[in-house]
């Protein structure tokens, strides 16, 4: 029995899309939700000045509360070097930097060329050696697969982007379709040729569904050997099409694929679809995608590990068709 | 370059799902907007009873208007000897007969059980052959991948009927995922095991989108020889859960996802969105699905066969989210 590991990006990519703040009492309720239908790491936040990014004002405090659940990886974003120092002292489990193959996309995004955000890295890497040996580092890589400012984004550079930043010291480097321009012929090459580079660093696919081609992408991934799928409840993050939207893959969709495939994510599709609920809650009117919940759960429906659900029917009115 | 068929069901698979009926000469000119963005196979309706089908009242008359299009092989649904009747002598290129793997199924669906199904095909074979020798039969077997009344359908069910199918002198053997409960091991698996028994007359993946795997489905498929994929324009036939619908795969997010992978489809996805255009008109406030319409094409897209697009926003306006 194969095993992936689904990475819940929805409080952090999810929640820094929409307009509204959530509550910090929402989403609390929603992380421990979340952690209760069995995802074992969790993007709670970013560590990004409030003025910024209001929607992350709270990341301290989630954070903290993150950390009470037994048994999950608690990871936020920081984008650079003060982010990283602000976010190390609240003992999270990992640490995520989001850093650009395109040139273009890493000055708009973080002001900064690939060659500065790669020395922000170093830097990075080097505060976790000294003060907090145990913190994971991650990176997921930007525009791997594309650029809208850039264009195309040559796969020569991404790979060589990963070799420097294993180098560099990061535990884990994942490629990242931020604009949605993936498709699965260059996902499989790409992550070959990433894993030939730097092997057992080869991190997540973190996919988008802006054109419809999410899951397919992530399956062309899980094809050539990844194990870890960024995804986000509901796919939040809106309109993949409006200003600042996503369009993150919808976990509940991811989740039902690999189970369906007899590959175990640990995740209780009923129990997801009850945190959906709490998600909804705490976003009230915000749109969400993914067809599963609606759907309900297919007769003689049984988990890679053999469980059977206890209803196959998950949402108790049908959902919304988007 | 690889090349594949789009068989565009959604005037049929598609416009039977709907409340509404659409006008007559709404189906021509949204043939004819189909047939003008490239797609060379168009299930253009089926050849039932108008009291049975209302929407599908004027066949004989789509048909022929259809056969007026140079370059497109004209395709119409017959679900027994009486509807090829009628249907051969309009002088359409193709006939599609539904045959359900599942017993339920096939007794739910048409009142006979795969046993009788399997002899109106043998009927139908002989009919084609007397009297319309240059007919193609093309068999689409529903529930392949699963039925919402018997669960599971058998692997070894699938294959055998299959062998039956083609010694009847069944052109053309697809499989499909009628109920949305593929995932894609099984589909590769399933088609890998139907070519080995029937080799070239392995026909079309019709994937449905009911949970979301409908892209990562057809890429299944593509990966073990599968080169006909049915989808429906705009992912008509609804919201999958509510009572009828169908939801097909979308047509113009599966041209997005071969076109950018490099794969020939014959269809320019400007003149698509043209043809959704007429489509929408002719089903007034009928939603609509599919994501690539709304993002537009990524930046320097190209074409498998090398043509550009003149504009990339595809949609003028932002289109639905859904």
Same mark, same amino acid.
């Given at each position: 029995?194969?095993?992936?590991?689904?990475?819940?990006?929805?409080?952090?990519?999810?929640?820094?899309?929409?307009?509204?703040?959530?509550?910090?009492?929402?989403?609390?309720?929603?992380?421990? $939700? %979340? +952690?209760? @239908? #069995?995802?074992? *790491? !969790?993007?709670?936040?970013?560590?990004?000045?409030?003025?910024?990014?209001? &929607?992350?004002?709270?990341?301290?405090?989630?954070?903290?509360?993150?950390?009470?659940?037994?048994?999950?990886?608690?990871?936020?974003?920081?984008?650079?070097?003060?982010?990283?120092?602000?976010?190390?002292?609240?003992?999270?489990?990992?640490?995520?930097?989001?850093?650009?193959?395109?040139?273009?996309?890493?000055?708009?995004?973080?002001?900064?060329?690939?060659?500065?955000?790669?020395?922000?890295?170093?830097?990075?890497?080097?505060?976790?050696?000294?003060?907090?040996?145990?913190?994971?580092?991650?990176?997921?890589?930007?525009?791997?697969?594309?650029?809208?400012?850039?264009?195309?984004?040559?796969?020569?550079?991404?790979?060589?982007?990963?070799? $420097? %930043? +294993?180098? @560099? #010291?990061?535990? *884990? !480097?994942?490629?990242?379709?931020?604009?949605?321009?993936?498709?699965?012929? &260059?996902?499989?090459?790409?992550?070959?040729?990433?894993?030939?580079?730097?092997?057992?660093?080869?991190?997540?696919?973190?996919?988008?569904?802006?054109?419809?081609?999410?899951?397919?992408?992530?399956?062309?991934?899980?094809?050539?050997?990844?194990?870890?799928?960024?995804?986000?409840?509901?796919?939040?993050?809106?309109?993949?099409?409006?200003?600042?939207?996503?369009?993150?893959?919808?976990?509940?969709?991811?989740?039902?694929?690999?189970?369906?495939?007899?590959?175990?994510?640990?995740?209780?599709?009923?129990?997801?679809?009850?945190?959906?609920?709490?998600?909804?809650?705490?976003?009230?009117?915000?749109?969400?995608?993914?067809?599963?919940?609606? $759907?309900?759960?297919?007769?003689?429906?049984?988990?890679?590990?053999?469980?059977?659900?206890?209803?196959?029917?998950?949402?108790?009115?049908?959902?919304?068709?988007?």
């Amino acid at each position: 029995m194969d095993t992936v590991l689904i990475s819940e990006v929805g409080p952090r990519d999810g929640l820094q899309s929409v307009k509204a703040t959530m509550a910090t009492a929402h989403k609390h309720a929603w992380i421990d $939700a %979340l +952690a209760g @239908a #069995g995802l074992r *790491e !969790i993007e709670v936040g970013s560590f990004v000045p409030a003025k910024l990014l209001p &929607q992350m004002a709270d990341i301290a405090d989630v954070v903290r509360h993150a950390m009470t659940q037994p048994g999950i990886t608690v990871m936020a974003l920081v984008p650079n070097l003060r982010g990283a120092e602000t976010a190390i002292v609240t003992g999270l489990h990992k640490i995520t930097i989001p850093v650009s193959a395109s040139e273009a996309h890493s000055l708009a995004n973080v002001r900064k060329t690939c060659a500065q955000m790669l020395d922000e890295v170093r830097r990075i890497v080097d505060l976790r050696r000294a003060q907090a040996p145990q913190v994971l580092v991650e990176v997921g890589m930007s525009t791997a697969f594309g650029c809208t400012l850039q264009g195309a984004v040559p796969e020569d550079d991404v790979v060589r982007l990963a070799e $420097a %930043l +294993a180098e @560099a #010291g990061v535990d *884990e !480097i994942g490629l990242s379709d931020t604009t949605g321009m993936a498709q699965p012929a &260059q996902v499989r090459r790409l992550f070959q040729r990433v894993r030939a580079a730097i092997g057992e660093r080869t991190g997540a696919a973190h996919m988008h569904n802006t054109r419809g081609l999410g899951l397919a992408n992530c399956l062309a991934a899980y094809d050539v050997g990844v194990r870890t799928f960024d995804s986000s409840q509901g796919g939040l993050g809106g309109c993949p099409y409006a200003p600042g939207a996503s369009g993150n893959v919808v976990t509940e969709d991811l989740v039902f694929m690999f189970e369906a495939m007899g590959v175990h994510t640990g995740v209780d599709l009923e129990k997801l679809v009850a945190a959906r609920t709490v998600l909804a809650a705490g976003l009230p009117g915000e749109p969400l995608y993914g067809m599963t919940p609606g $759907a309900g759960l297919t007769k003689d429906f049984v988990y890679a590990d053999g469980r059977t659900p206890l209803d196959t029917r998950l949402l108790s009115t049908s959902g919304a068709c988007a």
